[in-house]
């Protein structure tokens, strides 16, 4: 039913690379997610919950599943044999082990390569494979400070702060499951694979560009009865009507009284050039607003936004997000597994008028299918999958 039904993907990502097989998993592909015999580091990821009692990675239970699972030896040569034979029967290969760590073992792109001139090869680095900065640590943060978003991201002259959860590596995952997109469509042409190089610094300098960073002094977060609102305090020809109807609305409410509703923030500058608006006018106003924000839910804030045309707006939290009428109007989330292993997470990243998404299962257990995946794509028999396990070289 996918659109990518039929083709393998071979993927040995953390949780660096994951999405990108997510996503072509989500396309119909049969995905093999390769761990290490003692599991992937990206089982361990934060955010984790519990299941079972036991510490349980959300990052894992979302961007690995949709995926079958197989646990190889990736330190041993008869393990790394297994994978050059998987990788010789598969479309699209993804690793994120690092620069030269593939190669190293033999997996490269180069030495995949040779065996099957078809593949798509796919490799997320955080700076990549050469340069001076190849070897640099890449945590998220450092990831983020070297490709420019974080500069925009502060409050006045504070410094910057990272963006959220990680997200680094997503940015660059998702931008690899697109390259590999557009080396299959040129591979539907001429039969031949192409390497994917994708630098996650590169990938979030791509994402700035384009970006005005504005004014941010006017940007505040203000407290509400249930979390957090923005508003803007706009001023200028442009954007200064939106903060005169937000002071409207306060008056409609009987709050400030006619007082708030003598400034044009229009014409504002002009206002403080001719001393007719001053710092105790602005704490004047910032008090003002403080306090009826946090009289308000963030649906009321948002229903007047709507009536009074207004730059302001609830910051949807997690909490938000998963009981959004909006969201679960677009069936934005699916329920994968059953049982102790059923998950509830985002689904299709798009909508599409064909049956272009496959939604199977939930990210797998350790080793859930190798013994399957052997037999599937390199039809090992009882004898051979049983030898393969007792010299470790699977699990």
Same mark, same amino acid.
């Given at each position: ?18 999405? @990108? ?43 690995? @599943? ?66 001076? &900065? ?5 945590? +998220? ?29 997503? %940015? ?18 001429? *039969? ?27 940007? &505040? ?23 005169? %109807? ?17 400034? +044009? ?43 009074? &045309? ?8 997690? @909490? ?18 059953? *049982? ?6 985002? *689904? ?18 350790? *080793? ?7 037999? +599937? ?19």
């Amino acid at each position: 039913m996918g659109l990518l039904n039929g083709y393998r993907v071979l993927d040995l990502t953390d949780e660096r690379g994951l999405l @990108a097989g997510r996503m072509l998993a989500d396309l119909g592909a049969d995905v093999v997610q390769a761990e290490p015999l003692g599991g992937s580091r990206a089982r361990h990821a934060a955010p984790l919950g519990k299941r079972d009692g036991q510490p349980y990675s959300y990052l894992w239970a979302t961007f690995a @599943a949709n995926k079958r699972g197989i646990a190889v030896d990736l330190a041993g040569e008869q393990g790394r044999h297994v994978l050059r034979q998987l990788a010789s029967r598969a479309d699209f290969f993804i690793e994120s082990l690092g620069p030269g760590v593939a190669a190293a073992a033999g997996l490269g792109w180069t030495e995949l390569g040779e065996i099957n001139p078809a593949l798509v090869y796919a490799t997320i680095t955080a700076f990549g494979h050469d340069g001076p &900065k190849a070897g640099y640590a890449d945590s +998220d943060l450092v990831v983020w400070a070297a490709g420019g978003p974080l500069e925009p991201n502060r409050d006045g002259d504070r410094p910057p702060l990272r963006i959220s959860v990680p997200q680094a590596f997503l %940015n660059a995952a998702a931008d690899a499951a697109g390259g590999m997109l557009l080396a299959h469509h040129a591979r539907a042409r001429d *039969g031949r694979g192409q390497l994917v190089d994708v630098a996650a610094q590169a990938c979030l300098s791509l994402n700035t560009l384009g970006r005005g960073t504005g004014t941010s002094s006017h940007l &505040k977060k203000w407290r509400c009865q249930d979390g957090l609102v923005e508003f803007h305090l706009a001023i200028g020809q442009a954007a200064g009507p939106f903060t005169n %109807n937000f002071f409207r609305w306060m008056h409609a409410e009987g709050v400030g009284g006619d007082s708030l509703l003598r400034w +044009d923030w229009r014409i504002l500058p002009e206002l403080v050039d001719r001393g007719e608006f001053t710092e105790a006018d602005m704490q004047e106003v910032r008090a003002a607003t403080a306090a009826f924000l946090g009289a308000k839910t963030k649906s009321e804030i948002l229903q007047a936004a709507i009536s009074y &045309k207004l730059l302001c707006i609830g910051v949807s939290d997690t @909490a938000d997000l998963a009981h959004s009428p909006q969201l679960a109007g677009r069936d934005f989330y699916v329920t994968l597994g059953s *049982g102790r292993r059923a998950q509830t997470m985002p *689904g299709r990243w798009a909508t599409v008028s064909i049956p272009g998404f496959e939604l199977r299962r939930p990210a797998p257990e350790l *080793g859930e299918h190798t013994d399957e995946v052997l037999t +599937d794509w390199l039809g090992y028999d009882g004898p051979a999958r049983r030898s393969l396990r007792e010299r470790r070289a699977v699990a």
